[in-house]
């Protein structure tokens, strides 16, 4: 490989980006080994990222920003309609309540029936009083690739512990086909054998959890770097064509042959 450093273009949201979140949640394993984290496998039918398995997450919807606005931290709007994406999401998408302190077992199933039936998340918490805690997710990335071929998507990240429960998780069967707990690097093998496909910015940030053994690891580790738009781009390279992303993010692996890659 050649010395030269990959030189990132200069940070430019790209035209119609959608505005999105992404939950990594972590839990003890009962092995003793890596933390387990929740991924769910989108149906073949999605127009974006079929098949793949990736973390829990959608896009922000108008009231996430009300629901931000009310419960917030003082964080920007962006972040925080993001965090209440994520948490609203996660509930729609597994049947996991995160970030929702008040939220008992007996009554996840209601509330998730309401969200998918269309009512709002505002109203929602205003007739339970509630709160959320959105000061849970810890962020750590923030990823918006310009690939032709498929949506873009400007995602925040954001990582959790994952809450006590005993009910069954299950997939909103309208998205998703399949549910499963497993560490980083368990997920990143079952890529490589063929078991599963992950996208361009799954495999990057499963590498990147791989990195640390629990939920305090990577929390310490996230604060050790910036959140910085990434859009990944091609260079040139030692006669290949690369897939490169910058090199000061936390990420053990920056680059990725253009033609193994799987953009959406």
Same mark, same amino acid.
């Given at each position: ?21 992404? %939950? ?16 769910? =496998? ?20 108008? +009231? ?8 917030? /931290? ?28 008040? /939220? ?8 998730? =029936? ?5 009512? %709002?998340?505002?109203? #929602? ?18 990823? @918006?690739?310009? &690939? =032709?071929?498929?949506?873009?998507? +400007? ?23 399949? #549910?499963?707990?497993?560490?980083? =690097? ?8 063929? +078991?599963?496909?992950? #996208? ?5 940030? /499963? ?10 690891? &990577? ?5 050790? &770097?910036?959140?910085? /738009?990434?859009?990944?781009? #091609? ?8 897939? @490169? ?12 042959? &253009? ?6």
């Amino acid at each position: 490989m050649s010395d030269t450093q990959p030189t990132p273009p200069t940070e430019t949201l790209p035209d119609g980006a959608i505005p999105a979140a992404t %939950l990594v949640i972590m839990r003890p394993s009962d092995s003793g080994g890596p933390d387990e984290i929740l991924m769910v =496998k989108r149906s073949t039918t999605m127009a974006f990222a079929a098949g793949a398995v990736v973390f829990p997450g959608g896009r922000v919807d108008p +009231d996430d920003y009300r629901v931000a606005r009310l419960y917030g /931290l003082g964080v920007d709007e962006a972040d925080g309609a993001a965090r209440v994406a994520a948490l609203r999401e996660t509930l729609e998408e597994t049947g996991l309540a995160v970030g929702w302190p008040g /939220l008992t077992e007996s009554d996840v199933a209601d509330v998730r =029936k309401a969200l998918l039936g269309g009512t %709002l998340l505002s109203d #929602i918490l205003a007739a339970r009083g509630d709160r959320i805690a959105l000061e849970s997710f810890v962020p750590f990335a923030r990823w @918006c690739p310009n &690939f =032709k071929e498929a949506r873009t998507f +400007d995602t925040r990240f954001y990582a959790v512990a994952a809450p006590p429960h005993s009910h069954e998780l299950t997939v909103e069967e309208a998205e998703h086909s399949h #549910i499963f707990w497993a560490s980083a =690097k368990e997920t990143l093998a079952m890529a490589d054998r063929g +078991d599963v496909s992950v #996208i361009f910015p799954t495999r990057r940030n /499963l590498e990147r959890l791989a990195l640390s053994t629990d939920f305090s690891g &990577f929390s310490a580790h996230s604060r050790q &770097f910036p959140v910085e /738009l990434i859009t990944p781009w #091609i260079e040139e390279r030692d006669g290949g064509t690369l897939l @490169c992303i910058p090199e000061h993010l936390g990420y053990p692996v920056t680059s990725e042959s &253009f033609e193994r890659v799987r953009r959406g």
